[in-house]
T-cell receptor
Framework: AQSVTQLDSHVSVSEGTPVLLRCNYS??????LFWYVQHPNKGLQLLLK??????LVKGINGFEAEFKKSETSFHLTKPSAHMSDAAEYFC?????????????FGAGTRLAVHP | DVKVTQSSRYLVKRTGEKVFLECVQD?????MFWYRQDPGLGLRLIYF???????EKGDIPEGYSVSREKKERFSLILESASTNQTSMYLC????????????FGEGSRLTVL
């Protein structure tokens, strides 16, 4: 079965500094991978997705992620954090076992951005 | 603007009560999902439906049931609520296809006393 591990439960950065949210996955085949963001009291919104095309994926709000098969990683980055980036971020992998495409969510990383 | 609407944002119920959580999507999506979100555990799939009147168990279906009588509506039912079902419940929908984006509602926070 597929699984995903987010290596940090909390990340704190200063406004204007880079953001790195780490994600490792386990998959027995070439996976589809996603990052979702959840702002306080809101539902989840898709940031970006990887589906076996280019390994560097660009998403909304200046975020990007790089698929590295050799490291089984899909880390999320942003060059310069903004206060509005404070939210919880979920790394997600597709699981096709059982004949249906289910999405497996990581435990989440809460990003705090300080002035 | 595409939309998934969960009718109740906050509910407080007593142990043993029957609870209905309603979800409606306006995107004509085939697939609908119910997740439970708990701190440190991410989102866990309770049930999903890939067509009207069809349903499949997710990873944590115990204590829950679902109903999908119309394409746009997917209901989660707690037959007899228990305190360990206190949680945030998220509904999502997705169009046909394996790599489609999930669209989420804003969630229903249920407290069972």
């Amino acid at each position: 079965a597929q699984s995903v591990t987010q290596l940090d439960s909390h990340v704190s950065v200063s406004e204007g500094t880079p953001v790195l949210l780490r994600c490792n996955y386990s998959s027995s085949y070439s996976p589809s991978l996603f990052w979702y963001v959840q702002h306080p009291n809101k539902g989840l919104q898709l940031l970006l997705k990887y589906t076996s095309a280019a390994t560097l994926v660009k998403g909304i709000n200046g975020f990007e992620a790089e698929f590295k098969k050799s490291e089984t990683s899909f880390h999320l980055t942003k060059p310069s954090a903004h206060m509005s980036d404070a939210a919880e971020y979920f790394c997600v992998v597709s699981d096709f076992s059982g004949g249906y495409n289910k999405l497996i969510f990581g435990a989440g990383t809460r990003l705090a951005v300080h002035p | 603007d595409v939309k998934v609407t969960q009718s109740s944002r906050y509910l407080v119920k007593r142990t043993g009560e029957k609870v209905f959580l309603e979800c409606v999507q306006d995107m004509d999506h085939e697939n609908m999902f119910w997740y439970r979100q708990d701190p440190g555990l991410g989102l866990r799939l309770i049930y999903f439906s890939y067509d009207v009147k069809m349903k499949e168990k997710g990873d944590i279906p115990e204590g829950y049931s679902v109903s999908r009588e119309k394409k746009e509506r997917f209901s989660l039912i707690l037959e007899s609520a228990s305190t360990n079902q206190t949680s945030m419940y998220l509904c999502a929908s997705r169009d046909r296809g394996d790599t489609g984006e999930l669209f989420f509602g804003e969630g229903s926070r249920l407290t069972v006393l």
